[in-house]
């Protein structure tokens, strides 16, 4: 049986959450409705506590062990999975984002709002191009 409190609001969360779900709001006209952002919030918090905990639970039961978790960029900064494994006693929790410097201002995109422990800078490959943008829909 699973059992959780879940803390879904918090200081300028839901705001800068917000902000980060611009892109999925652009959608297909053909598409279903989309979810309100609250919404999206609310899974997505119930998701990080869940990551959080198992990872928690795994690190209690492994003293010795180290663990490494691999999640998308929504999940790994202090206030979505690495701040709930931190509320949960784990003190040694970083999180570390990668961004491939394209040229086209990327990296000064994650560095003007650093929400990262760390930031690892990779190059684009020789002769990769980046994909065009996807046409807008009416």
Known sequence: ???AVVRITGAGRL????????WLMVRDVDAEEMPSADRIYTVQVIWDETMADSAARWL??????HLILLA???????????????RRGVAEAISIRSVIDDGEGSVADVLAKPINDLVVVLQMPAGVERAAPAPATK
């Not at 705001?15 to 611009?22: G, N, P, Q, S």
């Not at 998308?72 to 931190?86: E, F, P, Q, Y």
């Open 72 to 86: 998308g960029n929504g999940h790994c900064h202090d206030s979505a999975v690495i701040g709930r494994l931190k």
């Open 60 to 65: 209690a039961a492994h003293p010795d062990g």
């Open 15 to 22: 705001e800068d959450f917000r902000e980060r779900l611009r």
């Open 1 to 3: 049986m699973f059992t």
